[in-house]
């Protein structure tokens, strides 16, 4: 820990990284909790840190450090590589993991929706705050124990950070499997209702079915009964007259037994790492199949 980067000793570096790690998840789970309205253990990882916090502060105080003499430089500054920043963090994830983690699609002036204006102008104000605020509080923290306890502390919290961390990647892994195993189901069935011309575009299937994906998993087997109801009365009203019509329902009732039997049971099958990153991260579905939509637009 003796190594420096940027005439900085290493030790201090990660010291401060994981306290702005544990700010940044105070931060974003008191947030998101009550903007939820519910606890909520928000990050990648399922301890008490949010990394893109750490790695960003430092990052941006490394790069910065040399012009805190100039708020307007450090505002300026901010903007640029905090923005830098969260975009390639934003589009790595999403590469890797094949869904997004936050998206400002709907925000104006954004940008492939990885940042947009409105976040950008807040991390140069953040910068501000770094280098006037938080900083000299790390730094004080940091200071209040000795370097021989410090190392010690740093060595355990790094080891149980990084297993937490390859963990979390396990699971984020898994539930991109997951996610793509459940919209090909979905596929499946909107290829089958299809056949059936209950609807006529795929389009109005889909958004019918979409109730479907409620996040809840018993409010997910209520959809699907539902469904069933409404496309068996659907088939009912507009083939019940025909030869066939016996048959048709024979299947479209086998069909929506065997999709909502595979659908719930893939959606049961999460360890607790992966039922709390979905909880923290609710859209990740929706996130995914908007994946899968830009993937097959491009080819």
């Known amino acids: 820990m003796d190594f420096k980067v940027a005439g900085i000793s290493l030790y201090y570096i990660i010291n401060w990284f994981f306290i702005y790690s544990f700010l940044g998840w105070v931060w974003e789970s008191c947030y998101v909790s009550v903007k939820s309205k519910k606890p909520v253990n928000r990050g990648f990882i399922n301890g008490p840190f949010c990394t893109i916090y750490g790695f960003g502060a ?18 300026i500054g901010g903007v640029v590589v905090a923005t830098v920043l969260e975009y390639i963090t934003g589009w790595l994830m999403e590469t890797i993991f094949h869904t ?30 770094l280098f ?7 730094e004080w923290l940091t200071n209040l124990y000795p370097v021989s306890i410090g190392k010690i502390a740093v060595s355990v919290v790094a080891v149980l950070y990084s297993a937490d961390f390859v963990t979390s990647a396990v699971a984020a892994f898994a539930i991109s499997k997951k996610l793509a195993k459940l919209e090909d189901m979905m596929e499946e069935l909107t290829a089958y209702l299809q056949t059936t011309k209950l609807y ?33 009365k659907l088939l009912e009203e ?11 329902k024979a299947e479209l009732e086998r069909r929506m037994d065997e999709f909502s039997e595979k659908y719930l049971s893939a959606r ?8 709390r990153m979905i909880h923290a991260y609710p859209g990740l579905r929706a996130e995914f199949r908007r994946y899968k939509e830009r993937k097959a637009k491009k080819h």
């Open 200 to 232: 006529e575009t795929k389009e109005e299937i889909s958004d019918r079915l979409e109730e479907i994906r409620a996040f809840n998993l018993a409010e997910a087997a209520e959809k699907i009964g539902t469904k069933k109801a409404e496309f068996s």
């Open 132 to 138: 006037e605020v938080f900083h000299p509080f790390v």
């Open 58 to 75: 430092v990052s941006v105080y490394l790069i910065l450090k040399d012009f805190d003499q100039n708020l307007l430089v450090l505002y």
């Open 238 to 248: 507009r083939f019940s007259l025909s030869e066939n019509y016996l048959e048709k």
């Open 100 to 129: 997004r983690w936050w998206d400002y699609s709907k925000k104006k002036c954004n940008l492939h929706g990885y940042i947009c204006l409105g976040s950008s102008l807040a991390w140069g104000v953040f910068t501000v705050l």
């Open 268 to 275: 049961k099958k999460s360890n607790i790492v992966g039922k």
